[in-house]
């Protein structure tokens, strides 16, 4: 796993907001965490975890995964332009980046892909695949919980 950037995270998300012109507060409702916290993040002194940075890149309306490329949880994907093109592209939404992220992703692991690059791509996909499982499970038992109540 990368390091995590802290300041240039700060600085990034501090860049985005200001250059959609939300304000601070804005965002912080927007994403669910309170003006301080936001601010100690846009300063470097606080560590988001990948939730939060996925509520703030939701309110900023950019790729979850640009702000875990820059908070070094995400691996850059060294240098591919076609991932660079799908995650700058503001007209596609969250879900379809990451299809075709992993569609990419998938392609480059069938085709020429070193074993290792193969293995963490399908790694990753299990990954994001059990999440959903769980997320989904977890509506469940919350949506049956209420129809006994």
Do not use: C, W
Request: charged share 30%; net charge positive.
């Amino acid at each position: 796993m990368a390091t995590l950037k802290v300041g240039s995270l700060g600085e990034y998300i501090r860049e985005q907001r200001e250059s959609t012109q939300v304000s601070l507060r804005q965002l912080a409702k927007t994403a669910g965490v309170s003006n301080p916290y936001l601010s100690q993040i846009e300063r470097g002194v606080k560590k988001p975890s990948a939730e939060i940075l996925s509520q703030i890149a939701k309110g900023l309306r950019i790729s979850a995964e640009t702000l875990y490329v820059r908070a070094g949880i995400l691996d850059d994907h060294q240098g591919s332009d076609v991932v660079a093109a799908i995650l700058s592209d503001v007209t596609i939404g969250e879900r379809h980046k990451r299809t075709l992220i992993d569609v990419d992703e998938s392609f480059r692991a069938e085709h020429g892909a070193t074993p290792a690059t193969a293995t963490k791509a399908t790694a990753k996909k299990t990954t994001a695949r059990k999440t959903a499982a769980k997320k989904t499970t977890a509506k469940k038992t919350t949506a049956k919980k209420r129809s006994t109540r």
